[in-house]
């Protein structure tokens, strides 16, 4: 698993692993914070439809899933 800095999710770009609908390539469009600095909600969207869904921010280090950037 690798580390991912949670401040800098916010249009992070990812690939997923198993492309479903042939959604490929996503963006993180929405990250939102507690007091205290932990992320509490964050979106991601599919750039080939605009299709947006909520993940845990941190299935994201599952490099069985996702690779980060655009691959």
């Known amino acids: 698993m690798k580390t991912i800095n949670p401040k800098k999710l916010l249009n992070s770009k990812w690939t997923s692993v198993s492309p479903a609908k042939k959604e490929k390539h996503f963006?993180?469009?929405?990250?939102?914070?507690?007091?205290?600095?932990?992320?509490?909600?964050?979106?991601?969207e599919a750039v080939i439809?605009?299709?947006s869904?909520?993940?845990?921010?941190?299935?994201?280090?599952?490099?069985r899933q996702w690779l980060y950037g655009w691959k």
Not at 27 to 44: L, P, Q, W
Not at 53 to 63: G, H, N, T, V, Y
């Open 27 to 44: 963006i993180v469009t929405e990250v939102e914070f507690d007091e205290e600095g932990i992320v509490v909600h964050c979106m991601i």
């Open 53 to 63: 869904s909520p993940i845990e921010w941190r299935a994201l280090k599952d490099s």
């Open 49 to 51: 439809s605009k299709r």
